[in-house]
């Protein structure tokens, strides 16, 4: 199990270049890959916010 300071490097290193560094243990690698999907997910989530508001917009225009 990863530490919080682990973590916390972990995501220091995403926020910063989110290529994972080359040398990775399993764990670090999924935890990589599981802060790449909440990024993702966040992103779409803003993405299609952004998108009914303008939809929004568009039709009181």
Do not use: V
Not at 16 to 34: I, N, Q
């Amino acid at each position: 199990m990863l530490s919080n300071k682990r973590k916390r490097d972990l995501e220091d290193m995403f926020f910063l270049d989110d290529t994972p560094p080359d040398r990775l243990d399993e764990e670090e690698l999924d935890y990589w890959a599981m802060l790449s999907q909440q990024w993702n997910q966040a992103l779409s989530d803003i993405y299609q916010k952004i998108s009914q508001q303008d939809n929004l917009r568009d039709k009181t225009q």
